[in-house]
């Protein structure tokens, strides 16, 4: 199927990936203006405004995770490869490190984050940092101070220096109670993990902060999101990312989930692409400051099906992680979307919606399957 052919000409290129030239950050100053921490009870914060002849300068932190550099290769595409600084608290890979601008980060370091914002100039502020849902159950202290303060500190420096705020939220962000099929963008949201907790958290404090000092916040609720860009990170729909890496490095993969699973995912190319098209949109097209998102939803069988149509030796089986499979026991199987339609024009690409409920059987995934099939002839 596409999608699975799409997907295995990047996995083949993630192991397989040179470097290429360098780029030096360009570094300035500006005048600091009030923080939330200190402000007064009639402040008001707004945007920055830019001509058409400007570009945004971006910041992305936890720039090394899942997204982080796609979205920064994409952005530089568009905006000019100096105007989009990656960080992270970790050492970047030598391509990615000469790719473009790079910065360490750590955002629980409120000054350090303050001071690159101020010497980059930064407009737009991108906060990839957080740690997933399985790997923050297993360390829930380490999640709320990165999930929860983290953010806080980013949200006082947005709204401080006008920035445009980009916050992922998830499909973590909903619980049992939750509709499930479709879930949409206003309901109960009863989280059962920190990372749940944590992103839900996000999203009332950007819309506070929205309506309280002006911040320019926009989030999206993200499906589980397919990449071979890098190594799972510890999320519950990691399997989806896990099974093309292990076809093509060893021809057989474990899934820890149940094989009848089903949940709303999206093929990277269109998260990223939503993630532009949310930011650039004209203020007053949003009717709300978080939306759902949606491309398809599949299960491990059926993904697995289909990666066997291209690769008939792959061995399948299934060892049960109770954590994770209550954690996706509790998400929703496919997400309304409408608003985000409606509002903004957002809309996944013809081949990678069916019909009524977007699925595994669609021409993306036919897509991909080649490229597995190119990446196994490589490997």
Not at 2 to 10: H, T
Not at 157 to 172: D, K, M, Q
Request: glycine share 6%; with cysteine; charged share 20%.
């Amino acid at each position: 199927m596409p999608f699975i052919r799409a997907f295995s000409k990047v996995a083949k290129q993630a192991l397989l990936s040179p470097g290429c030239g360098c780029q030096p950050i360009t570094v300035a100053v500006r005048t600091i203006s009030f923080s939330p921490r200190q402000v007064t009870s009639d402040a008001s914060f707004h945007s920055v405004s830019f001509s058409e002849t400007d570009h945004p300068k971006v910041l992305i932190t936890g720039g090394l995770g899942q997204l982080g550099v796609g979205l920064a290769t994409m952005l530089r595409k568009r905006f000019g490869n100096n105007n989009v600084i990656l960080s992270d608290i970790r050492k970047p890979p030598s391509h990615i490190f000469h790719s473009g601008p790079f910065i360490y980060s750590d955002i629980l370091d409120y000054k350090n984050l303050r001071e690159i914002v101020v010497n980059n100039r930064i407009t737009w502020l991108v906060h990839y940092s957080a740690l997933l849902s399985a790997v923050g159950e297993s360390n829930v202290a380490l999640a709320r101070d990165v999930n929860i303060t983290g953010l806080h500190n980013v949200l006082d420096i947005a709204a401080e220096h006008g920035l445009r705020l980009f916050v992922p939220s998830t499909i973590g962000a909903f619980g049992p109670t939750s509709p499930r099929n479709p879930t949409p963008d206003l309901c109960v949201q009863r989280p059962r993990t920190i990372y749940g907790v944590s992103k839900v958290h996000a999203e009332l404090m950007g819309e506070y902060y929205h309506h309280r000092y002006g911040l320019d916040f926009r989030c999206l609720r993200y499906p589980g999101i397919i990449s071979a860009d890098s190594q799972p990170g510890g999320g519950t729909t990691d399997y989806a990312v896990a099974i093309f890496h292990d076809a093509v490095k060893t021809g057989k993969f474990e899934c820890n989930l149940k094989p009848d699973t089903r949940l709303p995912m999206m093929y990277i190319d269109d998260c990223l692409r939503a993630t532009v098209e949310m930011m650039e949109a004209p203020a007053d097209t949003l009717s709300m400051r978080t939306y759902n998102i949606n491309a398809m939803s599949f299960s491990p069988e059926e993904l697995a099906q289909e990666v066997q149509k291209q690769l008939p030796d792959l061995e399948v089986t299934y060892d049960i992680d109770q954590v994770r499979q209550a954690i996706a026991d509790s998400w929703p199987m496919n997400f309304d979307d409408s608003n985000a339609r409606n509002d903004w024009g957002w809309n996944t690409t013809t081949t990678s919606r069916s019909s009524s409920r977007p699925c595994s059987t669609t021409s993306a995934q036919t897509r991909a399957s080649q490229r597995l099939t190119e990446g196994k002839e490589v490997a």
